[in-house]
């Protein structure tokens, strides 16, 4: 396996994006959802990453880039249609011992970004280890068909449900054949119908009187 799957925790760490363009700007959207401290360094913006940063934690600084733009930053990001330049800000993070990407460049990364699909707390990747970015967003519309918005709010119930168990001094190790019961009974798809009652009728079999939607502070 050419790459090691992992997820990052970057929320409230200075992140650095070099370019400020059309790709730099998504990657920044993507930065700030996640909840990072992101520099754009560029000497120019569009008028979206402009606007972004009246209201999210992005400093833009009109300007070359330098070297010590790295300093205290977790993670560099670069976005700009130069890949000479691009190899060179990649070589002086890989100096700086940086987690780095170069945007379309998989060869001068340490790491890649997979295409994703999001619902609620459920991320879905894909990746093709940098051979075919054009197939994993492929795939990406493909899953976002398949998984709806019911997923997010049916991982949102599971997460509520593990909290009250937790906090009823249940044993974690438990839990497990729990909540597999919860899932072949259907919990899902009386979520994505909206059945309350049926919703609440499998948790008080599964999990005992006392266990509802409401109760356990979600509403459906």
Aim: charged letters at 25%; a negative charge.
């Amino acid at each position: 396996m050419r790459y090691y799957p992992v997820s990052l925790d970057i929320e409230g760490k200075s992140c650095l994006v070099v370019g400020g363009g059309a790709v730099g700007t998504r990657k920044v959207e993507t930065l700030v959802r996640c909840g990072a401290k992101v520099t754009v360094v560029s000497k120019a913006f569009t008028d979206e990453l402009t606007a972004m940063a009246t209201a999210s934690p992005i400093a833009l600084e009109k300007r070359a880039y330098t070297p010590t733009d790295m300093d205290g930053k977790f993670l560099v990001i670069v976005a700009t249609d130069d890949q000479a330049f691009n190899t060179r800000v990649s070589e002086d993070a890989e100096k700086a011992c940086k987690l780095c990407n170069v945007a379309d460049y998989p060869k001068a990364c340490n790491f890649i970004l997979p295409s994703i699909v999001q619902r609620g707390d459920m991320t879905l990747s894909i990746s093709t280890s940098g051979k075919s970015p054009a197939f994993a967003k492929w795939m990406r519309r493909k899953l976002e068909t398949e998984f709806g918005e019911e997923y997010g709010e049916f991982l949102s119930l599971m997460g509520l449900i593990r909290q009250k168990l937790l906090a009823e001094a249940h044993e974690p190790e438990a839990h497990k054949p729990l909540f597999e019961a919860l899932i072949s009974g259907g919990l899902l798809e009386r979520v994505k119908a909206g059945d309350k009652q049926g919703a609440d009728a499998l948790l008080s079999e599964v999990l005992g009187e006392g266990y509802t939607c409401e109760t356990v502070g979600f509403l459906l």
